[in-house]
């Protein structure tokens, strides 16, 4: 969906359904938005395109992002436009308890989460599509071992990546991720923590196999040929 449809779509949608900003108590103490923030929210609520052209752009890759590494991306594109309806229509709604990007971040994870539930899609990311991806960590920027992250990243439990996308990919510290995912602190910090066990169980084989496939190759161990 366009862009310009996508505006249009939003502007003729009912908001008798829209998403609240609400959350369970267990949520730490919520930063609010700032005052740039509530001004483009004023702005979006009266329907002003420019707004909501603004606030589309400003969030658009981080939300692709997130729906691509959790849900996949056969769906993430659509999956992204639904985020932007939802976030366009529940304005009127949101309260301003949280900031603007948490929000954002909260609709963009529940719909990814929702379709892996539905769907239980194959996850696999092709190549072409990492390429126009926020690269993960990976030592020296080493292209094989990108793909092998996003690999083992496919095969975490969908709250596991949900948690290790937003903390180690995205970068938000565990109040934000508590804040996003609707637990505590210490559940964000546990979850985390088994994320990047099982990535090192997933990752550890192939490393180990090609560290002893280099230490065979002449000229890789001081051998040599």
């Not at 979006?44 to 991306?73: F, K, M, N, W």
């Not at 056969?74 to 990007?101: H, I, M, P, S, Y």
């Not at 996308?165 to 546990?190: F, N, P, Q, R, Y």
């Not at 230490?215 to 040929?225: C, D, I, L, Q, Y």
């Amino acid at each position: 969906m366009a862009l310009k449809s996508l505006l249009l779509a939003a502007a003729e949608l009912p908001h008798t359904d829209a998403p609240r900003d609400e959350a369970p108590k267990t949520v730490p103490a919520r930063a609010t938005p700032s005052d740039d923030e509530q001004a483009l929210i004023a702005r979006c609520r009266a329907g002003d395109r420019v707004a909501l052209r603004t606030l589309y752009e400003q969030y658009h890759r981080r939300v692709y992002s997130l729906t691509l590494r959790i849900a996949g991306p056969q769906d993430a594109e659509e999956l992204t436009q639904e985020v932007f309806l939802k976030a366009f229509r529940g304005l009127a709604n949101f309260r301003g308890d949280a900031q603007l990007g948490t929000w954002i971040y909260r609709l963009a994870v529940n719909a990814a989460l929702s379709h892996v539930t539905r769907s239980r899609s194959k996850y696999h990311v092709p190549d072409e599509v990492l390429g126009e991806m926020p690269a993960p960590a990976a030592p020296d920027g080493d292209p094989r071992m990108r793909q092998r992250l996003e690999a083992a990243l496919g095969k975490l439990p969908p709250g596991y990546r949900a948690v290790l996308v937003l903390h180690d990919i995205e970068g938000l510290e565990h109040e934000e991720v508590a804040e996003v995912l609707g637990c505590s602190v210490g559940t964000s910090k546990s979850q985390l923590h088994k994320a990047r066990a099982r990535m090192r169980e997933l990752l550890g084989p192939e490393l180990a196999a090609e560290r002893a496939s280099r230490s065979r190759t002449p000229g890789t161990t001081g051998e040599k040929p």
